[in-house]
């Protein structure tokens, strides 16, 4: 929940597990491990942050570090989607009767379309000849997602799909903390889309696998 300290040593650990609260001591030092979402939110809420921030959730700032909570990245993507003429991995998912021979394939022979990995081909792209390494990578499906409210679910009609991934992106998102509660949920603010160069790669990209899609042997199908 928190790190507690006794003088520029670090002495305590505070934390709740399954409902309890304990105290665990350190003799030397405290590494926090607690990834890229976590780590910000604890260091804020043990008093190491920017100081006007954790002000505002009334926690007494020990150390002003203005750049804990930001330059948050993540790899912005677009997956594309190809209705095929052809049987794709998704139709299992069309009855509980294909499922449950792909389980049993799967549980005999360690065969079938339950070995099937996400991508079957991994590749990486320049959008401009002019770079020195690849700036997008690419995963191609034998099957596709379809987006709902609140789930993602796998495509039940003969569609492939190829995920479009920016590799060094140049947008930065924030982690801040909601409240000076340790059960609270970070607020988190990737600006997955905030670099018009990140936009502009993912747009080349998608133009790129129209064309690769519109090509023989996958154009007539």
């Known amino acids: 929940n928190r790190v507690l300290f006794e003088g520029q040593r670090a002495a305590s650990v505070e934390y709740r597990h399954r409902g309890i609260a304990g ?67 998704g139709h299992i998912a069309r009855s509980w009767w294909r499922l449950a021979l792909a389980g049993l394939d799967y549980a005999v022979r360690r065969a079938g379309p339950a070995t099937s990995p996400v991508a079957h ?24 997602f379809q987006f709902e409210v609140d789930r ?19 947008s930065r998102g ?3 903390l909601r409240d000076g509660d340790p059960g609270s949920a970070p607020i988190i603010r990737h600006q997955l889309l905030g670099a018009r160069t990140d936009i502009e790669r993912l ?12 090509a023989s042997p996958l154009g007539p199908i």
């Open 152 to 170: 993602v679910l796998v495509a039940r009609d003969n569609r492939v799909g190829v995920a479009l991934n920016v590799c060094r992106p140049a």
């Open 23 to 89: 105290l665990a001591a350190a003799a030397r030092e405290i590494i926090l491990c607690a990834g890229s979402l976590a780590s910000p939110k604890l260091l804020m809420l043990s008093g190491l942050g920017p100081s006007d921030h954790l002000g505002a959730h009334g926690i007494a700032c020990r150390v002003d570090l203005p750049g804990v909570g930001l330059h948050l990245q993540e790899h912005p993507g677009v997956l594309v989607n190809f209705r095929m003429t052809v049987a794709a991995l």
């Open 121 to 144: 081909v991994v590749g990486y792209l320049k959008t401009d000849a002019r770079l020195e390494r690849p700036d997008i990578q690419l995963h191609f499906a034998p099957f596709a």
């Open 174 to 176: 924030s982690i801040e």
């Open 203 to 214: 747009i080349a990209a998608g133009r790129f696998i129209r064309r690769v899609f519109a």
